[in-house]
């Protein structure tokens, strides 16, 4: 007589729980590059500098005025401009300068590739606007920011400058 076979194996099952992706980009979650405002980093590249205005002073004080200015037709146009999109990120890393403006896609010209800088003055600094050879402009608004206008002058003339400056906190 013949020894009884064995049962079948039965497939290999894992028990407990599905194993969950780690924040930390553990096994089971690929090492996704780091981004600013959506837009993805480059290998090596840091934010130097960063600044989110996200518009709710300027809706207030369009606001006020429009609703002061109502009994005037000009007070509908105030009230206009107050439900507009008025956020503005302003981003420069150690590669380019980005520019965010409300829901318009990010615009941006990495640091060597800056054809034109153009400072717009009247009663001090208002505004810096860079161009490139495409004639793409990005126009910070730099009266009340004295960093921003050192920063985008400094790095539009030596780009290197960028590389040796610190890291800043910044929303991804």
Sequence with gaps: MQPPSPPPQAPWVAHGPAPTPQPWGGPMTPMAPPTVKGIPLAPGERVVFYKHDDGKTTRIVLAIVGALLLVAVIGVIFLVGALMDHRETIVITT??????????????IPHGQVRRLVRVIKGGLRSIALYDANGLELSFHVRNNPALAQAL?????SPAMAAQAPSVPYEA
């Design 153 to 157: 002058v400094g790095y539009v003339d």
């Design 95 to 108: 590669q380019r300068f980005i520019l965010v403006k409300g829901k318009d896609p990010p615009k941006w």
